[in-house]
């Protein structure tokens, strides 16, 4: 059975820093191709997007969404079967509740992804 958890959410003034993490189990953390960990968010009232994701081979490939580049760092430890989101220079639009994921990169990309974690909240105040 996969589990996905997150942890490090907060509260923070716009400017600060937080690092989520996800630990998971039940699931092959690297090297299998075609598969991918990343995060999402949601904000009240809007749709649930995607934030980063990294592929599983080795150290993984990043790609981030336009709204996050160059601000956050998405890596993964493979030893600890952990993933993790490096979020600086947050914005009050940063905030929202972000899920940790898995699963084949297609289907993750498009949000469709069968493993979630529960969620970890992150708010941003001006």
């Known amino acids: 059975q996969v589990q996905l958890v997150e942890s490090g959410g907060g509260s923070v003034q716009a400017g600060g820093s937080l690092r989520l993490s996800c630990a998971t189990s039940?699931?092959?953390?690297?090297?299998?191709?075609?598969?991918?960990m990343g995060w999402f968010r949601q904000a009240p009232g809007k749709e649930r997007e995607g934030v980063a994701t990294?592929?599983?081979?080795?150290?993984?490939?990043?790609s981030y969404a336009d709204s996050v580049k160059g601000r956050f760092t998405i890596t993964k430890d493979n030893a600890k079967n952990t993933l993790y989101l490096q979020m600086n220079s947050l914005k009050p639009e940063d905030t929202g509740m972000y899920y940790c994921?898995?699963?084949?990169?297609?289907?993750?990309?498009?949000?469709?992804?069968?493993?979630w974690g529960q969620g970890t909240q992150v708010t941003v105040s001006s």
């Open positions: 039940g699931l092959t953390f690297s090297g299998i191709p075609g598969y991918c």
């Open positions: 994921t898995a699963d084949l990169c297609w289907k993750l990309v498009e949000g469709f992804a069968d493993n």
């Open positions: 990294i592929t599983s081979e080795g150290n993984g490939n990043p």
